[in-house]
């Protein structure tokens, strides 16, 4: 569309939208149904994401050693550990260390020690925590196979003494993937749906002013000259629709959120105001494609120009 033209191609835009507004009205909420919906669910993944990494943020190794390991050997091994890729931190835990966790977490501790007459069963261990808590998996294979832990480990079994939660964690994972693809395939249904109302919206425009579209060829009017309106009107009607979306999105965000906030406090997650500003700006680009192709689209089909 030449720049010549644009004023022309807005006004009679605005013509036809004022003129054709229940069709046009019907476009709009159609697209800000759309969008809204899908900025929801971007914000709502974000939400879910940033409680997931809470939890993976807990997602830690425990690796028990021998008592008849020297200490050499485990001061040896944590230096090595330290040392390899995606491990953030390795705390080392004494005996006494581990019996003070466990009275502390189990009503029947106290109970339970006296039973022992005052031995301390417990083995002492080194607890990994990693960058990457989605590779917990690779990291513990790592340290069973490793040579140096084989010579300290307790018991003698390695599989037994390398722990992370094996089921929770792969739950975890996979709940994470659910959620990731479920969000990719509502945002490209709605989409569609929305790029699929306008397409039809500019074929009824099309059609109701096929007259005056035959008489502007016939006076040597351009391709362009034509398109311009109809082009014009879909990005119109995208670009309503999707500020609505982001009016009713601030509105959750200033309003909804900080209840969901207050109400979850054992499970914490952020939404930062660049996910939202991010969010907004995607629907704005995702509204002006969904019109220029809309509309590009059923002038292809149906103006035959």
Same mark, same amino acid.
């Given at each position: &569309?030449?720049?010549?033209?644009?004023?022309?191609?807005?006004?009679?835009?605005?013509?036809?939208?004022? !003129?054709?507004?229940?069709?046009?009205?019907?476009?709009?909420?159609? +697209?800000?149904?759309?969008?809204?919906?899908?900025?929801?669910? +971007?914000?709502?993944?974000? &939400?879910?994401?940033?409680?997931?990494?809470?939890?993976?943020?807990?997602? /830690?190794?425990?690796?028990? +050693?021998?008592?008849?390991?020297?200490?050499?050997?485990?001061?040896? $091994?944590?230096? /090595?550990?330290?040392?390899?890729?995606? %491990?953030?931190?390795?705390?080392?835990?004494? @005996?006494?260390?581990?019996?003070?966790?466990?009275?502390?977490?189990? =009503?029947?501790?106290?109970?339970?020690? =006296?039973?022992?007459?005052?031995?301390?069963?417990?083995? !002492?261990?080194?607890? *990994?925590?990693?960058?990457?808590?989605?590779? %917990?998996?690779?990291?513990?294979?790592?340290? /069973?196979?490793?040579?140096?832990?084989?010579?300290?480990?307790?018991?003698?079994?390695?599989?037994?003494?390398?722990?992370?939660?094996?089921?929770?964690?792969? !739950?975890?994972?996979?709940?994470?993937?659910?959620? !990731?693809?479920?969000?990719?395939?509502?945002?490209?249904?709605?989409?569609?749906?929305?790029? *699929?109302? #306008?397409?039809?919206?500019?074929?009824?425009?099309?059609?109701?002013?096929?007259?005056?579209?035959? #008489?502007?060829?016939?006076?040597?009017?351009?391709?362009?000259?034509?398109?311009?309106?109809?082009?014009?009107?879909?990005?119109?009607?995208?670009?309503?629709?999707?500020?609505?979306? +982001?009016?009713?999105?601030?509105?959750?965000?200033? $309003?909804?959120?900080?209840? #969901?906030?207050?109400?979850?406090?054992? &499970?914490?997650?952020?939404?930062? &105001?660049?996910?939202?500003?991010?969010?907004?700006?995607?629907?704005?680009?995702?509204?002006?494609? *969904?019109?220029?192709?809309?509309?590009? #689209?059923?002038?292809?089909?149906?103006? @035959? %120009?």
């Amino acid at each position: &569309m030449a720049p010549s033209n644009l004023g022309y191609s807005l006004r009679e835009a605005g013509s036809h939208f004022t !003129r054709n507004w229940t069709t046009s009205l019907g476009a709009v909420i159609t +697209i800000f149904l759309s969008l809204f919906i899908i900025g929801l669910f +971007i914000i709502g993944s974000a &939400m879910i994401n940033s409680m997931i990494g809470s939890v993976q943020d807990t997602v /830690k190794i425990s690796a028990f +050693i021998s008592d008849d390991a020297s200490d050499e050997d485990v001061e040896a $091994f944590m230096e /090595k550990i330290e040392g390899w890729d995606n %491990v953030k931190n390795v705390e080392f835990k004494t @005996k006494d260390d581990a019996l003070e966790d466990f009275q502390s977490s189990s =009503s029947d501790a106290d109970a339970t020690i =006296s039973a022992l007459d005052g031995e301390n069963p417990l083995p !002492r261990s080194y607890t *990994i925590e990693m960058n990457e808590p989605s590779q %917990v998996e690779e990291m513990a294979n790592k340290i /069973k196979q490793d040579s140096d832990f084989q010579q300290i480990v307790d018991g003698g079994n390695v599989d037994e003494s390398v722990l992370y939660g094996q089921e929770e964690v792969a !739950r975890l994972f996979q709940f994470t993937d659910y959620i !990731r693809l479920a969000a990719v395939v509502l945002v490209a249904l709605l989409t569609f749906v929305a790029f *699929i109302f #306008i397409n039809n919206t500019i074929r009824l425009s099309i059609t109701a002013r096929r007259r005056e579209i035959a #008489i502007m060829r016939l006076v040597g009017a351009s391709n362009g000259f034509i398109r311009g309106p109809f082009v014009a009107e879909g990005v119109l009607q995208a670009l309503l629709g999707s500020l609505l979306a +982001i009016g009713c999105l601030e509105l959750v965000r200033n $309003f909804l959120m900080p209840l #969901i906030q207050e109400n979850l406090k054992f &499970m914490p997650f952020n939404v930062t &105001m660049a996910m939202y500003l991010a969010t907004y700006g995607s629907l704005i680009l995702v509204g002006i494609v *969904i019109g220029l192709f809309g509309s590009a #689209i059923a002038m292809r089909r149906y103006l @035959k %120009v």
